[in-house]
């Protein structure tokens, strides 16, 4: 598969003092800053993130281009009937079709070159132009000194990235991973496996408690690196209040803590990344799992809502994360951003699938990010949905009753996750990503194999034996997540294995447990969820089901022997 790049035409625009790139999901009009400029001036960065027939969502960055100042006030007027509904770092005002946007009280001090980004949704009728002039504090920012050319394509992809980074490359073998799965028996199978490396809190940076940081990762990938390409996988995992639905990998950081998510976990990992000693590295990150779908599925009107969820919807502090490490770690040339979308038994409904598509494009749009800086998407990351069912499609029926309408299925439009991964794919193409966006699926822990495995569809007496006879992911209930009974490794990780998929990964480490079967007191910020208890009943989430997980975990993220050997065992392909 490609990934193409767009140059746009480029004009010439001379106006006067400043400017505004002001877009519909997009960028336009030139910006320049004068040389030595000591006069007030401003660029403003206006995005229609996600639009509606009755409404639209808005990220707007202004930038001070002069002297520092210790307050802003943006203004601009709509030509439509845009009526600002709800706003979030900023206050927002309106008259009639005048706007007002002052600074809170975080983000008031603007030195020469720093920005402040707020958002905001509004209702409208007919059209929705962009507006035209903007004004920071009473100075107008639609005026440039002379630039030549027009800013590039917000969707072009940044310059000196491959289509594919796993192409042509080896993929890094973590040797702390690779010892524990070799001391397992039958470990040395697969030791030799790439796995990602997580960075699941501000400690691991450096290395928390004797394990490698992230520059002893890096420096060992230049070791593995040889005179070839080499591919570090990074997951991205410390959001303020992370993982608001569930309990077992709750992180490091409050609700309220996004300035520490940007200053003391994302910027020091940037500053390693951009180090030209790692020049010659790929680095593939994993953005944050687990989040940004929260706020799609569990937060109010929906019966699974969560009150940490409905916290995390209404501070964006899970879009502005996700937007500011995007926007800071894809300035560093060599990387590539995969976002994490969910997996089928997710999102792939109605209700679910196109919203949280809307979603991903706000965030990767949000805190001065663009969709160029994503790369593409992961799905099934640490989770368990089969790769491909061949046992039966989401198109047959048993006596005339749809596979949507049995109970495994559950009108879900996706069967397993290599279809949902390339609806996906299709569906953020259509929302303006780019055309050559790749997608990635973890298969560490979704072959379903072992003498279990069904070998021939079910028996067709009703869609529930249809199903329930033939399916490889033999789970209670799509929706239980936490250490699975009957678990096993799925395909090995390669390269372009299907359409729109850019690999095959295993980013979760086989043997480290998702959760502890019962509360551990510690000092990692994780709590105890019952989902993680085996003799848990279950909740509306997995539709009151047992949780099918197995008992004497440890803590998310440590090491567990017996679920290591059920991946073994139950590998598929077998070992």
């Given at each position: 598969m490609s990934r193409t790049t767009t140059t746009s035409r480029r004009h010439t625009a001379l106006i006067a003092a400043c400017a505004v790139i002001a877009a519909a999901g997009g960028t336009a009009a030139a910006m320049t800053t004068p040389a030595g400029a000591a006069a007030p001036g401003c660029t403003v960065d206006y995005k229609i993130t996600n639009q509606w027939n009755s409404g639209?969502?808005?990220?707007?960055?202004?930038?001070?281009?002069?002297?520092?100042?210790?307050?802003?006030?943006?203004?601009?007027?709509?030509?439509?009937?845009?009526k600002v509904t709800q706003g979030w770092n900023a206050d927002i005002a309106q008259t009639g079709a005048a706007v007002t946007a002052k600074n809170v009280s975080y983000n008031g001090a603007l030195a020469t070159g720093a920005s402040a980004s707020f958002g905001f949704n509004a209702s409208y009728s007919g059209s929705n132009a962009v507006p035209a002039t903007f004004k920071l504090n009473g100075v107008t920012c639609n005026a440039d000194s002379g630039g030549p050319t027009d800013p590039p394509d917000p969707t072009d992809p940044p310059a000196g990235r491959v289509d594919n980074p796993y192409a042509g490359a080896k993929v890094?073998?973590?040797?702390?991973?690779?010892?524990?799965?070799?001391?397992?028996?039958?470990?040395?199978?697969?030791?030799?496996?790439?796995?990602g490396v997580w960075l699941d809190r501000t400690a691991a940076i450096a290395g928390a408690n004797g394990s490698m940081g992230l520059r002893a990762h890096l420096d060992e990938a230049l070791r593995q690196k040889g005179t070839g390409e080499l591919v570090v996988q990074l997951v991205i995992y410390n959001l303020p209040g992370r993982d608001c639905a569930a309990l077992a990998s709750n992180g490091e950081l409050g609700p309220a803590e996004i300035d520490k998510y940007k200053t003391q976990y994302i910027d020091p990992i940037a500053a390693i990344l951009a180090d030209p000693k790692y020049a010659g590295l790929r680095i593939v990150n994993t953005v944050e799992i687990?989040?940004?779908?929260?706020?799609?599925?569990?937060t109010t009107p929906r019966p699974t809502a969560t009150p940490n969820c409905d916290t995390m919807k209404a501070n964006g502090n899970y879009i502005k994360g996700v937007g500011y490490a995007l926007n800071k770690l894809g300035?560093?040339?060599?990387?590539?951003?995969?976002v994490d979308a969910g997996h089928h038994g997710w999102l792939g409904w109605d209700d679910n699938f196109g919203a949280s598509a809307e979603l991903f494009k706000q965030a990767a749009t949000a805190e001065g990010s663009?969709?160029?800086?994503?790369?593409?998407?992961?799905?099934?990351?640490?989770?368990?949905?089969?790769?491909?069912?061949?046992?039966?499609?989401?198109?047959?029926?048993?006596?005339?009753?749809?596979?949507?309408?049995?109970?495994?299925?559950?009108?879900?439009?996706?069967?397993?996750?290599?279809?949902?991964?390339?609806?996906?794919?299709?569906?953020?193409?259509?929302?303006g990503f780019d055309s050559g966006l790749g997608m990635l699926i973890d298969t560490s822990r979704n072959g379903w194999g072992g003498t279990a495995r069904p070998t021939a569809p079910g028996a067709r007496t009703t869609v529930d034996t249809y199903v329930d006879g033939g399916r490889y992911d033999r789970r209670i209930h799509l929706g239980n997540w936490c250490n699975q009974s009957g678990a096993g490794l799925g395909e090995r990780p390669r390269t372009a294995p299907a359409a729109g998929i850019d690999a095959y990964v295993w980013i979760k480490p086989p043997g480290e447990s998702d959760g502890s079967s019962k509360a551990i007191p510690n000092d990692e910020g994780k709590g105890f969820d019952r989902m993680c208890d085996p003799t848990y009943t279950g909740n509306p989430r997995n539709n009151n089901n047992m949780s099918g997980a197995l008992p004497n975990a440890p803590l998310s993220g440590h090491w567990f022997s017996a679920q290591f050997q059920e991946l073994l065992k139950n590998a598929h392909p077998a070992l």
């Open positions: 639209f969502g808005a990220a707007v960055t202004v930038t001070n281009t002069g002297d520092s100042v210790s307050s802003w006030k943006l203004e601009w007027s709509y030509a439509g009937d845009q890094y073998v973590n040797p702390e991973w690779s010892a524990k799965a070799a001391a397992e028996p039958g470990g040395s199978k697969i030791a030799g496996q790439p796995t687990d989040s940004l779908p929260n706020l799609v599925t569990n300035a560093v040339p060599g990387v590539y951003n995969y663009t969709i160029g800086k994503v790369h593409g998407f992961i799905v099934n990351t640490a989770n368990y949905s089969a790769l491909k069912e061949a046992n039966f499609t989401i198109d047959d029926s048993v006596n005339g009753v749809s596979v949507r309408q049995s109970k495994w299925v559950d009108w879900n439009r996706y069967t397993d996750e290599l279809s949902y991964a390339q609806a996906m794919r299709a569906k953020l193409v259509s929302l």
